[in-house]
């Protein structure tokens, strides 16, 4: 993933960690997930896209949420969706 700058990224003042570490979504299905992502608008943690149900990105298209966190550990880094952005910090 290339690094560049979007408004959405900067415009977050500080990064919200995940509350739990399981897909909220996948959890009330029964599914599985691969990797976490949390909404950084509403603090919800989703799956990624390597997920079979890809929960983060469903939730950003329907919700207009913009930027997520990695939820890993050891993981510091942003992405926002419109902007087909990313950022470490």
């Known amino acids: 993933m290339a690094e560049k700058a979007c408004s959405h990224i900067t415009g977050v003042k500080s990064v919200k960690p995940a509350k739990a570490y399981e897909c909220e979504e996948c959890v009330k299905t029964g599914s599985s997930w691969v990797h976490l992502r949390t909404c950084q608008t509403c603090d919800v943690t989703l799956c990624c896209d390597s997920s079979p149900n ?8 329907a919700s207009h949420h913009p930027v997520i966190a990695s939820a890993e550990p050891g993981e510091r880094w942003l992405y926002c969706y419109p902007d087909d952005a990313y950022a470490e910090y």
């Open 54 to 61: 890809r929960h983060a990105s469903k939730h950003s298209h």
